[in-house]
Nanobody
Framework: VQYAESGGGLVHPGGSLRLSCTASGFRFAGYIMSWYRQAPGKERELIATTMDRDGTTRYIDAVRGRFAGSRDDARSTLYLQMNSLKPEDTAVYYC?????????WGQGTQVTVSS
């Protein structure tokens, strides 16, 4: 099992980014997938979960209304559209199968929101 996150970068507050995560080593379509982030000095937290059957996404309060998750099962890829970014969104972002604690983490993608 492997995950490869991409799409991060440096943006100004209010800006947007679209993250991608390509997974391999399992049948992507059959799994609930989640985005996580780890801010400097803080523990990694789950921020969005995209369901397998209907592709709907649930969010933590801090990102709801600003972030939008989606998936392309044919490409084994999970996406996170991030709008209205805030400095507190600065973190390394990861994806992984939800509930599979033993899956290895990918390298993540750094998102920095700063003026």
């Amino acid at each position: 099992v492997q995950y490869a996150e991409s799409g991060g970068g440096l943006v100004h507050p209010g800006g947007s980014l679209r993250l991608s995560c390509t997974a391999s080593g399992f049948r992507f379509a059959g799994y609930i997938m989640s985005w996580y982030r780890q801010a400097p000095g803080k523990e990694r937290e789950l921020i969005a979960t995209t369901m397998d059957r209907d592709g709907t996404t649930r969010y933590i309060d801090a990102v709801r209304g600003r972030f939008a998750g989606s998936r392309d099962d044919a490409r084994s890829t999970l996406y996170l559209q991030m709008n209205s970014l805030k400095p507190e969104d600065t973190a390394v972002y990861y994806c992984k199968r939800t509930f599979y604690d033993n899956d290895p983490w990918g390298q993540g993608t750094q998102v920095t929101v700063s003026s």
